[in-house]
């Protein structure tokens, strides 16, 4: 692909986010590549490699199931195919949105996450206190026929008291500025699957 011309996928959530400051795409990741990366999440868990994430940062880190219940595993480039096509996307968003938005993204740092039945992320805003390098978050879904009995939404928080509920279906990105949208991830009933991301600025 020319790296130089701006799909209009990529378009659409340069524009989202100028406008809005958070897009929702349905049609992100390719069919074959989000069955791959559901199918290396559920092998890393099934390997006992993923891990209870935790909230805060360096010292301040802790796990608290009672704030956040999901298992992660950080991504590297070179551990899996899928992984290496997934972070070719995300450096194509990065460019997108530094020519266009100029905000100096420098790397990506992301995780496969999973939630288990039972499992929630109460509100809060993906930047750290001691920490403003997080700029723009990105959650791809990786779960086929997500059903509205199976909760899990993505709820963001907007402005005037309004909410906006994401079902994470296969397929779909949301895009944020870190620092501004307040968002949850209600409840699950059923195995949920995901890649978050955050774009940081150089330090
Ligand atoms: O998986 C999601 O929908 C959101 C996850 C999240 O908010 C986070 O990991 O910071
Ligand atoms: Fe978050």
Request: aromatic share 8%.
């Amino acid at each position: 692909m020319n790296t130089l011309a701006i799909t209009p996928l990529f378009e659409r959530i340069v524009d989202d986010l100028a406008t809005k400051g958070w897009s929702q795409q349905a049609a992100f990741t390719p069919e074959d590549l989000t069955a791959q990366l559901a199918e290396e999440c559920r092998h890393r868990a099934e390997k006992g490699q993923l891990e209870a994430a935790g909230i805060g940062r360096g010292n301040a880190k802790a796990v608290n199931t009672g704030i956040r219940g999901d298992k992660i595993q950080w991504l590297e480039q070179g551990q899996n195919t899928a992984v290496d096509r997934y972070l070719e996307l995300m450096e194509q968003l990065r460019a997108a949105l530094n020519r266009t938005l100029f905000l100096g993204l420098d790397e990506l740092e992301c995780h496969f996450a999973l939630y288990s039945p039972g499992a929630f992320y109460k509100k809060h805003v993906d930047r750290f206190r001691d920490d403003d390098r997080r700029i723009v978050t990105c959650i791809a879904y990786l779960n086929d026929n997500w059903l509205p009995e199976d909760g899990g939404e993505l709820r963001i928080y907007l402005e005037h008291e309004h909410v906006h509920e994401v079902p994470p279906q296969a397929g779909t990105l949301v895009v944020f500025m870190s620092a501004d949208l307040a968002h949850e991830v209600l409840p699950v009933q059923r195995e949920r699957l995901s890649i978050t991301g955050w774009f940081l600025r150089r330090a």
